[in-house]
């Protein structure tokens, strides 16, 4: 017969791992919105996690700059901003973070002085460190445009592309692609992916394994409004592209769309259409065909900036919103969980009647992270965070085994010295080692897609870690996708 103390030891063990390695949230607020940045108006932020480090990017309006933000316990604590772009910068705009490894890459769309009219350039910088330093500002190219528009930005491992919107020398508009396939280290020369008649308003690009998936504002042979939201892909790391579908009407001052994909095939892009509502249409096979446009939301107050995010069969929006005042702005977000067969009432994230745009959106099926710009008098104007749910313990609640995608084993377990830790389709990623109490002991980073890695009981550290039980829990970064296994330690 088991003691009442070991009765109670796997008690505990049954509830810790039903924390670490199962998904058992319910309903919750998402968190009292903070401040993240310095007190300025902020434009164009962007947002990116991994785990509970969260990494952001945003322009100081006031001074023209890039900065970039971080935290590393899912937006608990926030470190001091620090400044990425340079002084030679006019202005500044359309700000993107990407991450492979533990690289990061912040790009940024700069107006400099110099010629008239003011000629632009993409600016970026490069952390080899998970965003501990940074390169100094570099430019993708050698030769400043004289009219650039608007950038899309996105990267699967270490290839970026970024879609560039320009007039030319002239009133014709072009959409280009540059790339960069060694993470921002060199750059391509532009390629002409077509000319459109017309582009108002602006648009996103997400990429998934070798689809890049593009969604821009504007028509392909009228030069009148409305404008429509259109979409075109590359199914070579955008090498190439598809001719344009036309996927709905956008209304006059709302002319902004966002898109997001996954590795199953799904795309969704979300608008604000022309009666002022969120409007949404989804494809199941990879931008092949498109599912009719459906509204989402019916209060005719929905204007300007939106965002979206696939994760697992969950559709996560968020856009600003003017149904409290018509001349002030609010942040909003919905979910559905099954794809966009049923939704979820709206829920009201900003929560002050302060003008509040330009949302950001990322996360996973049960942990969601957002920012945007808040011009709130109490606590002072600026980007400001908000999370889903309002509490985070030390390990992520999300996670999901998904045998069929990616395999974690160790050998020997138990072990007394050192263990073999082998897995499979988790790059660019890392295996995460948790103590009984949900504490990261150890973090191993990894480079190949299939690789097996020894861990000799040591912990971040330095230190060597006591008999006992720890959880092997690992992360694909790129497509989300977790693991956990149990591992027994004896000295």
């Known amino acids: 017969m088991l003691s009442n103390y070991v009765k109670s030891f796997m008690g505990c063990l049954i509830v810790f791992i039903s924390l670490v390695c199962g998904s058992n949230i319910g309903a919750q607020e998402w968190s009292t919105p903070i401040r993240i940045s310095e007190i300025a108006e902020g434009w164009y932020p962007q947002l990116m996690a991994e785990g509970d480090t969260v990494h952001a990017v945003y322009v100081n309006s006031i001074y023209d700059q890039i900065r970039y933000n971080s935290s590393v316990d899912g937006g608990e604590n926030w470190n001091v901003p620090r400044v990425l772009s340079d002084t030679l910068v006019y202005s500044i705009g359309f700000t993107q973070i990407l991450k492979y490894g533990t690289k990061l890459t912040a790009l940024w769309r700069a107006e400099l002085p110099g010629t008239s009219p003011i000629s632009s350039n993409i600016g970026y910088n490069i952390s080899t460190d998970n965003g501990q330093t940074w390169?100094?500002?570099?430019?993708?190219?050698?030769?400043?445009?004289?009219?650039?528009?608007?950038?899309?930005?996105?990267?699967?491992?270490?290839?970026?592309?970024?879609?560039?919107?320009?007039?030319?020398?002239?009133?014709?508009?072009?959409?280009?692609?540059?790339?960069?396939?060694?993470?921002?280290?060199?750059?391509?020369?532009?390629?002409?992916?077509?000319?459109?008649?017309?582009?108002?308003?602006?648009?996103?690009?997400?990429?998934?394994?070798?689809?890049?998936?593009?969604?821009?504002?504007?028509?392909?042979?009228?030069?009148?409004?409305?404008?429509?939201?259109?979409?075109?892909?590359?199914?070579?790391?955008?090498?190439?592209?598809?001719?344009?579908?036309?996927?709905?009407?956008?209304?006059?001052?709302?002319?902004?769309?966002?898109?997001?994909?996954?590795?199953?095939?799904?795309?969704?892009?979300?608008?604000?259409?022309?009666?002022?509502?969120?409007?949404?249409?989804?494809?199941?096979?990879?931008?092949?065909?498109?599912?009719?446009?459906?509204?989402?939301t019916s209060n005719n107050t929905a204007r300007r900036t939106c965002d979206i995010r696939l994760t697992g069969n969950s559709i996560l929006t968020c856009w600003q919103d003017y149904r409290y005042d018509p001349d002030l702005g609010a942040i909003y977000f919905k979910k559905s969980l099954d794809g966009g067969q049923s939704w979820e009432d709206e829920y009201y994230v900003d929560r002050n009647s302060d003008h509040s745009w330009n949302p950001s959106l990322t996360g996973t099926v049960d942990r969601h992270y957002m920012i945007w710009y808040d011009g709130r008098s109490v606590g002072g104007p600026g980007i400001y965070f908000s999370r889903w749910p309002d509490e985070i313990t030390s390990v992520d609640n999300e996670d999901r085994i998904l045998p069929e995608k990616i395999s974690l084993y160790a050998y020997p377990n138990p072990f007394n010295s050192s263990t073999t830790i082998t897995y499979n389709?988790?790059?660019?990623?890392?295996?995460?080692?948790?103590?009984?109490?949900?504490?990261?002991?150890?973090?191993?980073?990894?480079?190949?897609?299939?690789?097996?890695?020894?861990?000799?009981?040591?912990?971040?550290?330095?230190?060597?870690?006591?008999?006992g039980v720890y959880f092997i829990r690992a992360i694909d970064s790129e497509h989300d996708y977790k693991a956990c296994i149990k591992l027994l330690y004896i000295k």
């Open 425 to 467: 389709g988790l790059a660019p990623g890392y295996i995460g080692i948790y103590d009984i109490r949900g504490r990261l002991v150890k973090r191993l980073q990894l480079s190949d897609r299939t690789k097996s890695i020894t861990w000799d009981a040591s912990s971040d550290d330095g230190s060597w870690i006591t008999s």
């Open 135 to 296: 390169s100094v500002p570099a430019y993708v190219f050698s030769s400043n445009w004289r009219a650039m528009a608007k950038i899309y930005i996105s990267n699967t491992g270490p290839i970026i592309n970024i879609t560039i919107t320009s007039n030319g020398n002239g009133l014709d508009i072009f959409i280009y692609n540059v790339r960069s396939t060694d993470f921002g280290e060199t750059w391509s020369e532009p390629d002409l992916i077509f000319q459109p008649a017309l582009i108002s308003g602006i648009g996103d690009q997400v990429s998934s394994g070798n689809y890049v998936h593009l969604v821009w504002t504007g028509s392909v042979i009228d030069y009148l409004p409305p404008v429509k939201p259109n979409y075109t892909k590359s199914t070579d790391a955008g090498l190439t592209w598809s001719d344009n579908v036309e996927l709905g009407v956008c209304g006059t001052g709302s002319q902004y769309a966002a898109i997001s994909a996954n590795d199953k095939g799904n795309v969704a892009v979300l608008w604000i259409g022309q009666s002022h509502n969120v409007n949404l249409r989804v494809s199941h096979d990879f931008g092949d065909t498109w599912e009719p446009a459906v509204e989402i």
